[in-house]
């Protein structure tokens, strides 16, 4: 089984920073992509980042662009996301994904077959 573990989330001031972390364990694949989602009250999960296997094709959601920063240590099934200025409407609770394969990187929950529980972001005004 993969089990997947975020941390990293805090109540935050609006303009600041936080990284997020994502640790793979148990018995995960030999290539996969990752990816960050975040699930806001009253709204859909959304797709945030993500990232290949090799860490050279990387994508993000247009609100996030220039702000928001994935990568990953692929020694230590790990996958980060940095947050800078970060603002109000990022308030939601943000899940790692992992997407077995080396292939294109996958845009929509669909494509992830693994879930972490979730860390919850908070930025106040």
């Known amino acids: 089984q993969v089990q997947l573990v975020e941390s990293g989330g805090g109540l935050v001031q609006a303009g600041d920073s936080l990284r997020l972390s994502c640790a793979a364990s148990?018995?995960?694949?030999?290539?996969?992509?990752m990816g960050w989602f975040r699930q806001a009250p009253g709204k859909e999960r959304e797709f945030v980042a993500g990232?290949?296997?090799?860490?050279?094709?990387?994508s993000y959601a247009d609100s996030v662009k220039g702000r928001f920063t994935i990568s990953r240590d692929n020694a230590k099934s790990t996958v980060f996301l940095q947050m800078n200025s970060l603002k109000p409407e990022d308030t939601a609770v943000y899940y790692c994904a992992l997407a077995p394969g080396a292939g294109p990187l996958a845009l929509s929950r669909a494509g992830y077959d693994y879930w972490g529980q979730g860390t919850q972001v908070t930025v106040s005004s």
């Open positions: 148990g018995r995960t694949f030999m290539f996969y992509g």
């Open positions: 990232i290949n296997w090799t860490g050279d094709d990387t």
